[in-house]
């Protein structure tokens, strides 16, 4: 009995240190980003997983967009895409393709837009994507969202155009719940 729970024991330490290990030196902003997300955990907690969120993105030839995602109970209900500033796009892209809105079962048609996910798993892609330390980049983290990611990502050395990799996020807010109560 006592060699099975010694067992037990060294397994689970050792698949601790290697969450532990995965999570620590690998980071550019470590501190901030743990930081960050113990408030998004919060957050989750306290908005019952429910909340939008705004991506925004500029190019250098002169379009801007800008896309609200809203989720909730931690799944994609609805994403909005909508372009702010059209200078250098092509003229020829469709009307229906400047604005518009997906929702449930389309979520994810448009190819334009930020991706469709969650706030978990921009936590997730920036720890295991975005934030890992690279001898050619300048990475970014800032959580101005009263804590949360705003800009998470990098940028390679000697790009020029459009050469960032990741998320700006300008606003985050919890959503009140449409539930319907059956009495």
């Known amino acids: 009995m006592k060699s099975k729970i010694y067992t037990v024991v060294i397994v689970l330490t050792l698949i601790g240190t290697l969450f532990y290990a995965c999570d620590s030196d690998d980071l550019n902003y470590q501190s901030e980003f743990r930081t960050s997300k113990k408030i998004w955990?919060?957050?989750?907690?306290?908005?019952g997983?429910?909340?939008?969120?705004?991506?925004?993105?500029?190019?250098?030839?002169?379009?801007?967009?800008?896309?609200?995602?809203?989720?909730?109970?931690?799944?994609?209900i609805q994403r909005h895409?909508?372009?702010?500033?059209?200078?250098?796009?092509?003229?020829?892209?469709?009307?229906?393709?400047?604005?518009w809105t997906e929702t449930k079962s389309e979520i994810g048609v448009h190819q334009n837009g930020a991706?469709?996910?969650?706030?978990?798993?921009?936590?997730?892609?920036?720890?295991?994507?975005?934030?890992?330390?690279?001898?050619?980049?300048?990475?970014?983290?800032?959580?101005?969202?009263?804590?949360?990611?705003?800009?998470c990502?990098?940028?390679?050395?000697?790009?020029?155009?459009d050469c960032f990799t990741g998320i700006i996020i300008n606003s985050i807010e919890p959503i009140e719940l449409k539930t319907t109560k059956t009495q």
């Open 115 to 151: 991706d469709p996910i969650t706030l978990e798993e921009v936590y997730n892609k920036a720890a295991q994507e975005w934030l890992i330390a690279r001898d050619n980049a300048t990475t970014y983290f800032e959580y101005e969202n009263n804590g949360l990611i705003s800009t």
């Open 41 to 47: 955990l919060d957050f989750k907690e306290s908005s």
């Open 153 to 161: 990502g990098y940028v390679e050395d000697h790009c020029v155009d």
């Open 81 to 99: 895409f909508d372009y702010t500033a059209t200078a250098g796009l092509s003229e020829d892209i469709p009307e229906s393709e400047l604005q």
């Open 49 to 76: 997983n429910s909340y939008q969120y705004t991506v925004e993105h500029g190019s250098w030839v002169g379009f801007n967009w800008e896309t609200t995602i809203i989720v909730e109970e931690g799944e994609i």
